[in-house]
């Protein structure tokens, strides 16, 4: 990939990156990963996602870890904590099968105001980010309260039609396998 076109996607990928990062303090709160955010991610390869990462590390805009699959997972610190994203790619390094998006509120009054949300809203927060990806994703989400310290937001995202079940399960209504709130 050329510099141009490195640096052409790079601004992309950090400007939808932060938009959504930063959702949670505007009134789209519940905005967890955007439809057309996902499909940039779904379109891009394995090694471009690589460099990408790479270059927000070097220009200190972002950090990265390399998982024990060899997938890279972005890492930012947003004002109300972390944000991560992984596409995870298999064997299929043209594409990624799935992408992993966790959001954790580690700062207040961010982590005190996520501590206190009930069931129904976690229910909510999911049910509104499978209803902004359809009918081109589906979605699995969950939501893990640490005590009284960080609350961390799991979403998976799936292109239709590649995971039955989750079509199904997003079909009649649900964004959570079993709980929701765990």
């Not at 490195?6 to 950090?14: I, K, P, S």
């Not at 938009?19 to 057309?36: R, Y």
Request: proline share 4%; net charge positive.
């Amino acid at each position: 990939m050329n510099k141009s076109m490195l640096a052409f996607v790079l601004t992309v990928l950090f400007v939808f990156m932060f938009e959504n990062a930063t959702h949670a303090q505007t009134a789209d709160e519940d905005m967890l990963f955007s439809k057309n955010d996902a499909g940039v991610m779904f379109g891009l390869a394995k090694e471009a996602w690589k460099q990408n990462v790479i270059a927000g590390k070097s220009q200190r805009v972002m950090d990265y870890v390399v998982t024990p699959e060899n997938e890279y997972t972005m890492q930012m610190s947003i004002p109300m904590g972390s944000y991560e994203v992984t596409p995870h790619y298999g064997n299929k390094p043209d594409q990624p099968w799935k992408l992993t998006v966790l959001t954790v509120y580690s700062k207040e009054p961010f982590m005190s105001a996520m501590q206190a949300v009930l069931v129904a809203r976690v229910e909510a927060i999911f049910m509104r980010a499978m209803k902004e990806l359809q009918p081109e994703f589906s979605i699995v989400g969950h939501m893990n309260k640490k005590g009284k310290g960080s609350v961390e937001v799991y979403m998976s995202i799936f292109r239709k039609g590649e995971f039955p079940k989750i079509d199904a399960m997003n079909s009649q209504g649900k964004a959570c396998a079993g709980k929701c709130l765990k």
